[in-house]
């Protein structure tokens, strides 16, 4: 995917960033919310792990730290139970290693290219308004779902993603996680999300619909364009021609 289609380094633009200071941490990361790359007629590019989270990616970014992410607390009282149980967290989860590198990453060549006008939500490990939102008619837009980059359930699974399929949608970003990747993959829609899980979510109805949200290092607001193919994740205030 190239902006304006050249490449903002071949036209001599060059990164800017907004917010009060550079990233500070030599993985150009910084704290992710404070500076923004600036690559064309306003288009963010969403940073972090956002080029490598095709669901045929997945895999990588489930490490063993995250793994550690449910409290062991939970675990012993059996708190997220009633979502399923931990204990249909399969023992692979445990063994795979961190994505340190782009190079770590699996082919992502197959991820389906997706662009259209965003639709937010804001929620954290509760899918009910996911569902909602996809009842209504998509119309080719896109879903971006604010789930605080929880690791400790799935916001969208197969049924939800044919849902989606079917009601015009053509394209869901998860900040958080998904399950029943086969099926998702089974889709016509595309699908970008932090890692897998196997456990549903709460199904409480809490959360927001159409606030802006931060993911990735970029503000993504109800209304953005969003374009997503293997190369990453851009969003724009206006239409681009990608
Ligand atoms: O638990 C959920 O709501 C998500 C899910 O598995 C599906 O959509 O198939
Ligand atoms: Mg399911």
Not at 32 to 61: M, Q
Not at 154 to 169: D, E, K, S, T, Y
Not at 211 to 220: A, R
């Amino acid at each position: 995917m190239h902006v304006g289609g050249e490449s903002p380094f071949s036209t001599g633009i060059r990164p800017r960033w907004e917010g009060n200071s550079p990233p500070s941490s030599s993985n150009g990361a910084g704290d992710g919310d404070n500076f923004i790359p600036i690559v064309e007629g306003g288009a963010r590019v969403l940073t972090n792990c956002y080029n490598h989270i095709s669901i045929h990616s997945l895999y990588a970014t489930a490490t063993k730290t995250q793994a550690h992410h449910v409290p062991q607390h939970q675990l012993r009282d059996g708190l997220l139970g009633d979502r399923g149980g931990l204990r249909h967290q399969p023992l692979a989860y445990n063994e795979r290693r961190p994505a340190s590198s782009p190079s770590d990453l699996p082919d992502v060549r197959s991820a389906k290219g997706v662009r259209g006008r965003v639709v937010t939500l804001k929620l954290f490990e509760d899918n009910v308004l996911v569902r909602q939102q996809l009842e209504t008619k998509g119309e080719g837009r896109v879903l971006v779902i604010d789930g605080g980059g929880s690791m400790r359930c799935a916001l969208l699974g197969g049924n939800l993603a044919l849902l989606a399929q079917n009601m015009g949608w053509v394209g869901i970003v998860v900040n958080g996680c998904i399950r029943d990747v086969d099926e998702i993959n089974g889709c016509d829609i595309g699908v970008r999300a932090l890692a897998s899980h196997p456990l549903k979510s709460y199904k409480k109805g809490t959360g927001e619909k159409h606030v802006s949200v931060h993911i990735g290092g970029v503000v993504i607001s109800d209304g953005d364009w969003l374009y997503a193919d293997s190369d990453g994740v851009l969003v724009s205030n206006t239409e681009l021609s990608v």
